[in-house]
């Protein structure tokens, strides 16, 4: 969705490795960098691969290895399985939703694994990015997940990322130009109308210089 080939995500590892630190009270969690080749010539099913070799082999050396950049300038992942609903003396439980921010992250994809299906949310600082472009990019990712699920050997250059909404909007409703004119005038008369109605409104526009439909007619004129 970026368009980088070399990616790097923060992967958020619980520290808990050893058996006797499972049951230990006390924040071991951390995120470490996992790194990603996304090549278009390859498949959405080597990607999945390359990424469970890369998570298992950092998993293994995450208490020896310690992060070197900044969290806020990392884009975050984490995933967690829940248990699946207890049950006791004939009452049911089940977690229905659970949150967690062990670092601050500018943007932070969280899955949450329970009773079979999977919840994704996408947290993300405001400062930083706009409510629409992180809804889009949630629409985005949706899309893209639908067809892999669909096309797991495809490659990943060939999934679409654009659902059928947006798709509409970039080929049709922002192609929709057109606009009534009096089809009896000439060019040159459309222009001089135009300077009437909006004389100070920019004309045309080159690095940092700027022509109003008035200069650019006096221009013409001098000319």
């Not at 062990?102 to 999977?118: H, P």
């Not at 049709?172 to 057109?178: A, C, F, G």
């Not at 008369?189 to 007619?217: G, H, I, N, W």
Request: aromatic fraction near 10%; glycine fraction near 4%.
């Amino acid at each position: 969705m970026s368009g980088e080939a070399n990616v790097t995500v923060a992967r958020l590892f619980d520290g808990r490795r050893v058996k006797h630190l499972k049951s230990a009270f006390g924040l071991f969690a951390k995120y470490l960098p996992v790194p990603c080749r996304l090549a278009g010539t390859y498949r959405f099913s080597k990607i999945v691969r390359q990424l469970k070799d890369s998570v298992r082999t950092i998993s293994a050396q995450q208490d020896y290895l310690t992060p070197e950049d900044s969290y806020a300038s990392w884009i975050g992942f984490d995933f967690e399985s829940l248990q699946d609903t207890s049950e006791s003396n004939g009452v049911s439980f089940s977690i229905s939703q659970l949150y967690s921010c062990v670092e601050r992250l500018k943007l932070r994809l969280s899955v949450q694994e329970a009773n079979g299906r999977l919840r994704f949310a996408l947290h993300y600082d405001p400062a930083v990015y706009a409510a629409e472009t992180v809804e889009r990019w949630a629409a985005s990712l949706t899309t893209l997940l639908e067809n892999a699920a669909r096309h797991p050997h495809a490659l990943i250059r060939d999934l679409d990322i654009i659902g059928e909404r947006e798709h509409r909007q970039l080929l049709v409703e922002w192609n929709d130009t057109s606009i009534d004119y009096p089809k009896e005038l000439c060019i040159h008369q459309l222009f001089e109308a135009q300077v009437v109605r909006t004389p100070y409104v920019p004309a045309v526009v080159f690095k940092d210089s700027r022509l109003s439909y008035r200069d650019r007619k006096s221009t013409r004129l001098n000319s």
